[in-house]
């Protein structure tokens, strides 16, 4: 045998939860469910039963048993699919999923908070290393055309203050050599100096990608 598939009930409220665990059973071992362990801690071990639902022999059919018994039972406690890797939150409510990521922002600023300088260098060199070379989105993916108007909307009828382009420019000033800074330069299009790209586009009635192409012949420009 390779492993075994469990259930354990709260006794008293009837509330379950469904794992896997490799090996013999363990009548002690109860779950590692996040939501589990805060019950555990509330009623105490002596009010939970466990009890073995099947057993198998490879990890593969360990893997899909526990997926296919939680989505058909469908287990109070658990909130991930099963299996194993994946979305560990799928099956929580957003109420909890907030509380989760509220957390983890906190912890992750904490710890931003207590590393030196040279540390923090080296985290976000660590974090470039590994997102370099994989998509963002899958293989072969493209925007429908619902998403595409969204996008053209929100372009057209994103409004700033002028203290947020005077910012921007600021920053921007810092970092030469970098593309996006030229979205922060004044644009004259038609005789009309506007502050930014955004802006021209925006009043315009234009997209940027046609901008672009206006100031390659010519029509448009960076103002001076």
Same mark, same amino acid.
Not at 1 to 6: E, K, L, R
Not at 49 to 56: A, L
């Given at each position: 045998?390779?492993?075994?598939?469990?259930?354990t009930?709260?006794?008293?409220?009837?509330k379950?939860?469904?794992?896997? =665990?490799?090996g013999e059973?363990? =009548?002690?071992?109860?779950? $590692?469910?996040?939501?589990? @362990?805060?019950?555990?801690?509330?009623?105490?071990?002596?009010n939970?039963?466990?009890?073995?639902?099947?057993?198998?022999?490879?990890e593969?059919?360990?893997? *899909?048993? #526990?997926?296919?018994?939680?989505e058909?039972? *469908?287990?109070?406690?658990?909130? /991930?699919?099963?299996?194993?890797g994946?979305?560990?939150?799928?099956?929580?409510?957003? #109420?909890?999923?907030?509380?989760?990521? $509220?957390?983890?922002?906190?912890?992750?600023?904490?710890? &931003?908070? *207590?590393?030196?300088?040279?540390? +923090?260098?080296?985290?976000?060199?660590?974090?470039?290393k590994?997102?370099?070379?994989?998509a963002?989105?899958?293989?072969?993916?493209?925007? $429908?055309?619902?998403?595409?108007? +969204?996008?053209?909307?929100?372009?057209?009828?994103?409004? +700033?203050?002028? %203290? &947020?382009?005077?910012?921007? %420019?600021?920053?921007m /000033?810092?970092?030469?050599?970098?593309?996006?800074?030229k979205?922060? =330069? %004044?644009?004259?299009v038609?005789?009309?100096?506007?502050? %930014?790209?955004?802006? /021209?586009?925006?009043?315009?009635?234009?997209? +940027?990608?046609?901008?672009?192409? &206006?100031? @390659?012949?010519?029509?448009?420009?960076? /103002?001076?």
């Open positions: 045998m390779f492993g075994y598939i469990y259930e009930t709260n006794l008293v409220n009837g379950t939860y469904i794992g896997k =665990k490799k059973f363990d =009548k002690t071992y109860y779950g $590692s469910g996040m939501i589990l @362990k805060q019950a555990l801690n509330k009623y105490g071990k002596e939970f039963e466990v009890v073995v639902i099947s057993t198998y022999d490879t593969e059919d360990l893997n *899909n048993a #526990e997926i296919l018994f939680i058909t039972r *469908n287990p109070t406690y658990n909130i /991930a699919k099963g299996g194993t994946g979305n560990t939150l799928a099956r929580a409510d957003e #109420e909890y999923i907030q509380e989760v990521m $509220s957390k983890r922002k906190q912890g992750m600023s904490n710890a &931003w908070r *207590n590393l030196s300088e040279e540390q +923090r260098k080296q985290w976000c060199e660590n974090i470039s590994a997102k370099k070379g994989k963002t989105r899958p293989a072969g993916y493209k925007h $429908s055309e619902e998403v595409k108007q +969204r996008i053209r909307e929100s372009n057209l009828n994103t409004t +700033r203050p002028d %203290s &947020w382009y005077d910012n921007h %420019s600021k920053a /000033a810092k970092r030469k050599g970098v593309p996006n800074a979205c922060f =330069k %004044s644009v004259e038609n005789g009309i100096v506007y502050k %930014s790209v955004n802006e /021209a586009c925006e009043k315009v009635g234009i997209s +940027r990608p046609t901008l672009y192409k &206006w100031m @390659k012949k010519g029509k448009a420009n960076y /103002a001076s």
